[in-house]
């Protein structure tokens, strides 16, 4: 049974930093894809970087340059580094693994995970951290 338990949230000043940390476990997947979504108040939850398993990363416009994707040990835990926060990235974080048996190609796992990510190909979430920029 996978699961996903995210942590480091928290309240910062605008232009700080802060590293969310996913451990994942009952994963057996080596192939997986972990994505971080975030969700503001009012608006659509969106994918905000996402990482496949062997280590190709996808990052979204709004945060490129300030957010970093990265895993260790043994791929069983995802952190978002997250510098020079702004108000905006106010949200709810959630990491998410992907469904393990809707590919036909790993190719095609690893593109679904690095261009577009779409959160319906997402089976596993956890809860979620909230993060409050001021």
Same mark, same amino acid.
């Given at each position: 049974h996978v699961q996903l338990v995210e942590s480091g949230g928290g309240s910062v000043q605008t232009g700080e930093s802060l590293t969310l940390s996913c451990v994942i476990s009952g994963n057996s997947d080596s192939s997986r894809c972990v994505a971080w979504f975030r969700q503001?108040?009012?608006?659509?939850?969106?994918? $905000? +970087?996402? !990482?496949?398993g062997g280590g190709s990363t996808f990052s979204a416009p709004a945060v490129k340059g300030r957010f970093t994707i990265s895993q260790a040990n043994a791929k069983d835990t995802v952190c978002l580094q997250r510098n020079n926060l702004l108000p905006e990235d106010s949200a709810m974080y959630y990491c998410a693994r992907d469904r393990g %048996? !809707?590919?036909?190609?790993? +190719?095609?796992? !690893?593109? +679904?995970? !690095?261009? %577009? $990510?779409?959160? +319906?190909?997402? %089976?596993?979430?956890?809860?979620?951290?909230?993060v409050t920029v001021s």
């Open positions: 503001a108040p009012g608006k659509e939850r969106e994918a $905000v +970087a996402s !990482i496949t %048996g !809707i590919w036909n190609t790993g +190719a095609g796992r !690893i593109r +679904a995970c !690095i261009r %577009g $990510v779409d959160e +319906a190909n997402f %089976g596993f979430w956890g809860q979620w951290t909230q």
